[in-house]
């Protein structure tokens, strides 16, 4: 039996109109405008699409959207000078510094500069403690966004086997936190993991995020399980370019249960809960009422 399609971009399109309502909400009965500033720094393409991406959906959803370009060369000191500015701007809610950074820039330094109830990526090292320890943070937006579809999925996800395959900071460790969180029983796997099929055989839920084109095959798979897949890959197939995810969607989509597909699975849902993060980070920051369902 072929897996149920777990339709992300359909997901996204019903998260960002909840952030919308909610939006609309807190200008009407608050007078309140989240606000989201987006800091690129050079002229990486395909940063720049994902920036007027970015934009374009905070402006849709009523929130304020402002975009600071950098010139390739400017300093650190320059760059930490603007998120001290960000910081301190009570308009502005949640701010992200678009990775990657120019080789001269300490990304870490970067990202650890931001205020950590701006930070909506969820990568600053307070944010990354606090969800390590099961308490409020801002959690990074990809996790957040398999952790939803994996709710509305499933309904609860609780006992659940699942293994990660990836052990990445911005994927792989927070997933693996938000997925204890919800009770389930979690295995983290990477490339050097002894006998990696044999682990993922195991799991009720299977979330690719190794960075390795088509790597987990449909005979890794459980019968039934839920494929969750995280990988974006480019490649040429057929003398065409192809985007393709860390699973073989072909072969595991006859086994599993449900699976997400590449492009239109987990992609779309990451600027959405960007979109609920600055939502979220608006209400802490207003002592009002966190958005229902738009939190892990």
Same mark, same amino acid.
């Not at 990775?99 to 931001?114: G, R």
């Given at each position: 039996?072929?897996?149920?399609?777990?339709?992300?971009?359909?997901?996204?399109?019903?998260?960002?109109?909840?952030?919308?309502?909610?939006?609309?909400? !807190?200008? +009407?009965? *608050?007078?309140?405008?989240? $606000?989201?500033?987006? %800091?690129? #720094? &050079?002229?990486?393409?395909?940063?720049?699409?994902?920036?007027?991406?970015?934009?374009?959906?905070?402006?849709?959803?009523?929130?304020?959207?402002?975009?600071?370009?950098?010139?390739?060369?400017?300093?650190?000191?320059?760059?930490?000078?603007?998120?001290?500015?960000?910081?301190?701007?009570?308009?502005?809610?949640?701010?992200?510094?678009?990775?990657?950074?120019?080789?001269?820039?300490?990304?870490?330094?970067?990202?650890?500069?931001?205020?950590?109830?701006?930070?909506?990526?969820?990568?600053?090292?307070?944010?990354?403690?606090?969800?390590?320890?099961?308490?409020?943070?801002?959690?990074?937006?990809?996790?957040?966004?398999?952790?939803?579809? !994996?709710? +509305?999925? *499933?309904?609860?996800?609780? $006992?659940?086997?699942? %293994?990660? #395959? &990836?052990?990445?900071?911005?994927?792989?460790?927070?997933?693996?936190?938000?997925?204890?969180?919800?009770?389930?029983?979690?295995?983290?796997?990477?490339?050097?993991?002894?006998?990696?099929?044999?682990?993922?055989?195991?799991?009720?839920?299977?979330?690719?995020?190794?960075?390795?084109?088509?790597?987990?095959?449909?005979?890794?798979?459980?019968?039934?399980?839920?494929?969750?897949?995280?990988?974006?890959?480019?490649?040429?197939?057929?003398?065409?370019?192809?985007?393709?995810?860390?699973?073989?969607?072909?072969?595991?989509?006859?086994?599993?249960?449900?699976?997400?597909?590449?492009?239109?699975?987990?992609?779309?849902?990451?600027?959405?809960? !960007?979109?609920?993060?600055?939502?979220?980070?608006?209400?802490?920051?207003?002592?009002?009422?966190?958005?229902?369902?738009?939190?892990?």
């Amino acid at each position: 039996m072929a897996a149920t399609v777990i339709d992300g971009k359909a997901f996204a399109a019903k998260v960002r109109e909840q952030v919308a309502e909610h939006v609309k909400r !807190l200008k +009407d009965d *608050h007078n309140i405008t989240p $606000g989201l500033a987006v %800091v690129l #720094v &050079g002229e990486d393409p395909a940063s720049e699409v994902y920036v007027r991406s970015k934009g374009k959906m905070t402006v849709e959803v009523g929130m304020k959207s402002v975009e600071h370009k950098l010139a390739a060369d400017t300093s650190e000191a320059e760059l930490l000078a603007l998120i001290d500015q960000l910081n301190n701007d009570p308009e502005i809610h949640g701010i992200l510094v678009q990775l990657p950074l120019p080789d001269h820039l300490d990304e870490d330094l970067v990202i650890n500069s931001l205020d950590p109830a701006k930070d909506v990526d969820g990568f600053h090292i307070s944010n990354v403690g606090l969800l390590g320890t099961g308490q409020k943070s801002m959690v990074p937006c990809t996790p957040l966004g398999c952790l939803m579809m !994996l709710r +509305d999925h *499933h309904g609860s996800i609780s $006992g659940m086997n699942a %293994v990660v #395959v &990836g052990r990445s900071n911005i994927v792989g460790k927070p997933m693996a936190q938000l997925l204890l969180g919800d009770s389930c029983t979690v295995t983290i796997a990477h490339s050097r993991t002894k006998d990696l099929p044999e682990v993922v055989r195991g799991a009720d839920i299977v979330v690719a995020a190794v960075g390795r084109p088509e790597m987990v095959q449909g005979d890794w798979i459980k019968p039934g399980a839920t494929v969750i897949d995280v990988g974006i890959n480019r490649i040429e197939r057929d003398g065409k370019k192809k985007l393709v995810g860390d699973a073989d969607y072909e072969s595991c989509a006859e086994v599993a249960g449900a699976i997400t597909p590449v492009p239109g699975g987990v992609g779309p849902m990451t600027i959405a809960c !960007l979109l609920a993060n600055t939502l979220t980070a608006c209400c802490r920051a207003n002592g009002l009422d966190e958005p229902e369902g738009l939190t892990a």
